[in-house]
């Protein structure tokens, strides 16, 4: 075992599979969790990474808490760019409660920064996106919804860089 969720400021639910950086370090996404009650559920969920020690010891850094203003329930995996910025799918949240596409970027001192790069809108527009994303080689993130569309069964998208 290498780290266990407490429901709490750590996290809950972690649905995503995890990513590792260059270093060794793991990454992913609690569904719940984090410091929020404005989401469906207990909390928003948030952005973590696992670090280990020279000792074996596994240490969990909370990345990013959402607020529902910004995502909630993050349920897909995340995906680094070229520049070890992190993207990733909240399915729930944002402006219209109907999920965003968002980035992290970390600086030098390990503070993350979200951009909330997509808002779903309500109607028959994409919405609650729950897999992960994919780059292009010019930087376009493609993902998928399971609802929105004409027929309302789920979109394909693409965010232009």
């Known amino acids: 075992m290498l780290y266990e969720f407490t429901g709490g400021k750590d996290g809950g639910q972690p649905w995503s599979g995890l990513i590792l950086d260059s270093n060794g ?6 569904s719940e969790g984090g410091n ?9 969920g948030l952005v973590f990474s696992l670090t280990s020690s020279a000792n074996g010891v596994w240490k969990e850094h909370v990345l990013h808490a959402f607020t529902g203003k910004d995502g909630g329930g993050p349920l897909a995996n995340l995906v680094f ?7 990733g799918t909240t399915s729930e949240g944002g ?3 109907q999920g965003t596409v968002f980035k992290l970027t970390t600086d030098l001192n390990g503070k993350s ?3 909330v790069l997509h808002q779903f809108p309500p109607g028959k527009g994409a919405g609650s996106p729950s897999a992960g994303l994919t780059f292009d080689s010019a930087g376009n993130l493609y993902g ?6 004409f027929y309302g069964k789920g979109t394909v998208f693409e965010l232009a860089h």
């Open 25 to 30: 370090n793991l990454y992913g996404t609690t």
């Open 36 to 44: 929020s009650s404005d989401c469906a559920y207990s909390s928003c």
């Open 81 to 87: 760019d070229g520049g070890g910025n992190l993207y």
């Open 95 to 97: 402006v219209y409660r």
């Open 113 to 115: 920064t979200e951009d």
């Open 144 to 149: 998928t919804t399971p609802v929105g569309g």
